[in-house]
């Protein structure tokens, strides 16, 4: 946010200039997709010139009068201080979005094919305010993501983010999340050996709302700090129960390595470990492989201090991102989670299944479990057995349920094993 704190007043004094006209006043954020990952893959300065070059290309589409500030490693920040109305400015959108959509932009002999997504907002309609308007036009841009469109218009009726920002906020401050516990079983060693934490939030206006939109928002928002902080205490509450009862489990989290750029994240962690006096060791944190790669240093420091106090780590739906073998290698992981698209497909697809094989061996001659997830059936379980993969996780196991009715279950059959459900295996 610091770049637009500079960039804000110079908005805001045009914006105020173009109110004595008549007419409205547009404000864009852009943000070129990919090219987070593009500079860490080539590196910054590959990023910086592949940003100068957009902002050539939108300088060249829109008028004069029309300013186009930086904004952020990946974004535009654009003011269009005279358009007739909102198609007027939808129309500048798509005329930015072809200037960089249509052809790759070229840096030395690297091109960079990205795409860009436009969030507008216009001015009165939506606010006069610089900083209002930029939020906003932000707003319109997640929306569009959501609803895979290069560009969206601010809407205050159908953009519900706004919302849920509040409502995920007080909900999470007043503890109103679930946590869901799903089962890991152990192949060797025959049993339920551990379980992992998933996130519910159940809300009025919308009912319930999978993590797959509300953790992603609460990364995008400073969100995450509180509810990272919410799902370990949540987590190891019910893990010291199982605790306490005698009947221990290893309970994993899911961590977004955002929260490892907040100071003192690891002692934290640790401090709750503390509290709800359970062990280090009983504890896996998984993050997953997308997300590593976007600050490989910091999360590598912060994990690196997680593992020396022996908290494990699980690298998540590997697979999926674009791991390299190289940075594997020195990652301080204990496991490796294969994604479940490629665990679902196994069965019918040859191809598939030795990919998996060799996932598996990848993780075995790295000193790494091999977790598969998403196992939904007898013969996928059999398959990965006779792979010597070491734990599965998926319907067929267990589906997730409510924490407290996981402990519940558990702690009822202290003594008394009873055949066929997940508790006795
Ligand atoms: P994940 O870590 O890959 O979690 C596994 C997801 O797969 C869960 O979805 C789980 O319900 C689902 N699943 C389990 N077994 C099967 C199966 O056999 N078949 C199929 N098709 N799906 C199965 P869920 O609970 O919707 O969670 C989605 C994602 O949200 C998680 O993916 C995780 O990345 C994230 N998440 C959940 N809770 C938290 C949290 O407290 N903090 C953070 N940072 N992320 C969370
Ligand atoms: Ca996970
Ligand atoms: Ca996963």
């Known amino acids: 946010m610091s770049e637009l704190a500079h960039l804000l007043p110079a908005v805001q004094a045009r914006i105020d200039r173009a109110r004595q006209e008549p007419g409205l006043c547009a404000v864009l954020v852009v943000r070129l997709r990919g090219m987070r990952e593009a500079q860490l893959r080539h590196g910054y300065e590959f990023g910086d010139e592949i940003m100068l070059a957009a902002r050539e290309r939108i300088v060249g589409v829109v008028r004069h009068v029309d300013l186009v ?16 109305n909102r198609t007027h400015a939808l129309l500048a959108a798509t005329r930015i979005v072809g200037a960089i959509d249509d052809t790759p932009l070229v840096h030395g002999d690297r091109n ?3 795409r860009a997504v436009v969030g507008v907002a216009l001015c009165p309609p939506h606010g006069t305010d610089a900083e209002l308007l930029f939020r906003r036009a932000e707003l319109a841009h997640d929306e569009a993501v959501r609803i895979g469109e290069p560009f969206a218009c601010y809407e205050p009726e159908s953009t519900p983010v706004e919302i849920l920002y509040g409502e995920l906020r007080d909900d999470i401050a007043a503890n109103k999340l679930d946590v869901m516990f799903q089962p890991l079983y152990d192949l060797r060693r025959g049993k339920v050996v551990s379980v992992e934490s998933l996130a519910r939030w159940k809300t009025s206006a919308y009912g319930e709302v999978p993590p797959s939109d509300f953790v992603p928002f609460a990364e995008r928002s400073d969100l995450i700090v509180p509810l990272t902080r919410w799902s370990l205490n949540a987590s190891l509450r019910h893990a010291a129960a199982l605790h306490r009862g005698g009947r221990p489990l290893d ?15 690891a002692e934290q962690l640790l401090g709750a470990l503390d509290i709800w006096g359970v062990p280090a060791d009983s504890v896996i944190v998984e993050i997953t492989e997308t997300a590593l790669l976007t600050d490989l240093d910091m999360s590598v420091r912060v994990l690196r201090r997680l593992r020396d106090r022996g908290i494990r780590v699980a690298i998540d739906d590997f697979g999926t991102g674009y791991a390299s073998f190289a940075y594997l290698r020195h990652f301080p992981a204990t496991e490796l989670k294969i994604d479940r698209t490629f665990v679902d ?5 040859a191809r598939t299944e030795q990919v998996v094989r060799a996932m598996i061996e990848v993780a075995h001659r790295l000193g790494l479990e091999a977790v598969a997830e998403g196992v939904e059936n007898e013969e996928t379980l059999k398959r990965l057995e006779a792979m010597n993969c070491d734990m599965v996780q998926g319907y067929h196991i267990g589906h997730p349920m409510p924490a407290e009715e996981f402990v519940a279950q558990r702690l009822a059959t202290v003594g008394a094993h009873p055949v066929g459900d997940i508790f006795s295996r």
């Open 69 to 84: 500030y930086l904004a952020t490693d990946d974004s535009f920040l654009i003011v269009l201080p005279t358009v007739r």
């Open 112 to 114: 960079w094919h990205g």
């Open 251 to 265: 309970v994993a989290v899911n961590l977004s390595p955002r929260v490892f750029a907040e100071q003192g994240f």
């Open 345 to 349: 497909a196994m069965v019918s697809d």
